[in-house]
């Protein structure tokens, strides 16, 4: 792949930060974005993407590897990258005794180029809210502000770190907006994020990762397919499954791929669930057991991680021990 053709190349990517013992962060990370992709970064809190992404943005200096971006190094080219590059960090915080038109008018001073006030707040639907102050804005409004903040200079590369955390499904759909209509420029964006359906429904392709490094890369069709089945069934019984029954019969239903118990739920991928329902039923009332629950639905991204990892993306977030650098704030 020409580097011309890409946005984003780092190869061997790695952060330690000292301490008895070491905590590595990042260890490996190799990634090749084209120009006017739409990467997505997944994984769990303490899984490394945002110390990957601070690493990529500039932030924070590796201890090993090579990063080029937009075919610059930023030990060679901070401030051409700079202009060329918008980012919308994790938590943003920004003024509240300023207004919406003040705060965009601060970061477009930043760029020797970009876009107007006007339009800038077009894209991210706040022109009636230009004069408001911004601690009178509701929290996805300060979303999309902090995203307009990113835009203002017309990027060619737009970080979004969690853009819609928190934020309820009319807002997060606007961010969604913002993005397509970013791509449809032909501009690459990379994006983290803990929602599977953001990532299927934005992303060219997407990185998952675990404890420092890149598990899973490729498409969402590509890496649901490597499940090696379409479907999920999830049900619980009135028994507890967590006890040392033998379970192993329901790896024989048909098309059964996999089978994990977690929590008190079963969870099973399977080539065709219509085929596997009729034998479940009669396997569960032969073992004198009853359902409590049932639910079937086609396979996602979550369950591609499951199976890498062993647990659910929410689980791993709280549970995660690895730990990151703390995300800077925007000025």
Same mark, same amino acid.
């Given at each position: 792949?020409?580097?011309?053709? /890409?946005?984003?190349?780092?190869?061997?990517?790695? $952060?330690?930060?000292?301490?008895?013992?070491?905590?590595?962060?990042?260890?490996?990370?190799?990634?090749? %974005?084209? !120009? =006017?992709?739409?990467? =997505?970064?997944?994984?769990? #809190?303490?899984?490394?993407?945002?110390?990957?992404?601070? %690493?990529?943005?500039?932030? /924070?200096?590796?201890? &090993?590897?090579?990063?080029?971006?937009?075919?610059?190094?930023?030990?060679?080219?901070?401030?051409? %990258?700079?202009?060329?590059?918008?980012?919308?960090?994790?938590? @943003?915080?920004?003024?509240?005794?300023?207004?919406?038109? +003040?705060?965009?008018? /601060?970061?477009?001073?930043?760029?020797?180029?970009?876009? @107007?006030?006007?339009?800038?707040?077009?894209?991210?639907?706040?022109?009636?809210?230009?004069?408001?102050?911004?601690?009178?804005?509701?929290?996805?409004?300060?979303?999309?502000?902090?995203?307009?903040?990113?835009?203002?200079?017309?990027?060619?590369?737009?970080?979004?770190?969690?853009?819609?955390?928190?934020?309820?499904?009319?807002?997060?759909?606007?961010?969604?907006?913002?993005?397509?209509?970013?791509? +449809?420029?032909? $501009?690459?964006?990379?994006?983290?994020?803990?929602?599977?359906?953001? &990532? +299927?429904?934005?992303?060219?392709?997407?990185?998952?990762?675990?404890? =420092?490094?890149?598990?899973?890369?490729?498409?969402?069709?590509?890496?649901?397919?490597?499940? *090696? &089945?379409?479907?999920?069934?999830?049900?619980?019984?009135?028994?507890?499954?967590?006890?040392?029954?033998?379970?192993?019969?329901?790896? +024989?239903?048909?098309?059964?791929?996999?089978?994990?118990?977690?929590?008190?739920?079963?969870?099973?991928?399977?080539?065709?669930?219509? @085929?596997?329902?009729?034998?479940?039923?009669?396997?569960?009332?032969? !073992? *004198?057991?009853?359902?409590?629950?049932?639910?079937?639905?086609?396979?996602?991204?979550?369950?591609?991680?499951?199976?890498?990892?062993?647990?659910?993306? #929410?689980?791993?977030?709280?549970?995660?021990?690895?730990?990151?650098?703390?995300?800077?704030?925007?000025?």
């Amino acid at each position: 792949m020409s580097s011309k053709s /890409l946005a984003i190349s780092c190869e061997g990517v790695t $952060k330690t930060y000292p301490g008895k013992p070491p905590v590595k962060a990042v260890q490996g990370v190799d990634l090749q %974005i084209q !120009r =006017g992709e739409c990467f =997505g970064v997944l994984g769990p #809190n303490g899984a490394g993407k945002t110390t990957t992404i601070e %690493i990529l943005e500039g932030l /924070l200096p590796p201890t &090993a590897g090579s990063v080029h971006i937009l075919g610059m190094d930023w030990r060679t080219h901070e401030a051409d %990258i700079r202009q060329r590059i918008g980012v919308s960090l994790q938590e @943003t915080q920004l003024s509240d005794r300023l207004s919406v038109a +003040e705060t965009l008018s /601060l970061f477009r001073s930043f760029y020797n180029d970009g876009l @107007t006030l006007n339009e800038s707040l077009q894209q991210v639907s706040l022109t009636d809210k230009a004069s408001a102050w911004v601690k009178n804005l509701s929290g996805g409004q300060k979303q999309r502000l902090s995203v307009a903040c990113a835009v203002v200079g017309n990027p060619d590369l737009l970080f979004l770190d969690e853009p819609t955390t928190g934020l309820d499904p009319s807002s997060r759909r606007q961010i969604w907006d913002i993005v397509r209509s970013f791509r +449809e420029q032909e $501009k690459t964006v990379m994006i983290t994020t803990h929602y599977m359906e953001e &990532a +299927e429904r934005l992303c060219d392709r997407v990185a998952i990762f675990d404890q =420092g490094r890149v598990i899973a890369l490729g498409t969402p069709n590509e890496l649901i397919a490597s499940l *090696g &089945a379409e479907h999920v069934i999830e049900f619980t019984v009135n028994d507890d499954p967590s006890r040392p029954l033998p379970y192993d019969w329901l790896q +024989e239903l048909p098309t059964v791929e996999q089978v994990d118990i977690h929590h008190g739920e079963i969870r099973m991928t399977a080539g065709e669930s219509h @085929t596997v329902l009729g034998p479940l039923f009669e396997q569960l009332d032969r !073992r *004198g057991l009853a359902l409590t629950s049932l639910t079937t639905r086609h396979a996602s991204l979550e369950d591609v991680f499951v199976q890498l990892t062993g647990r659910q993306l #929410n689980e791993a977030a709280r549970k995660s021990t690895t730990t990151e650098a703390p995300t800077m704030e925007a000025l």
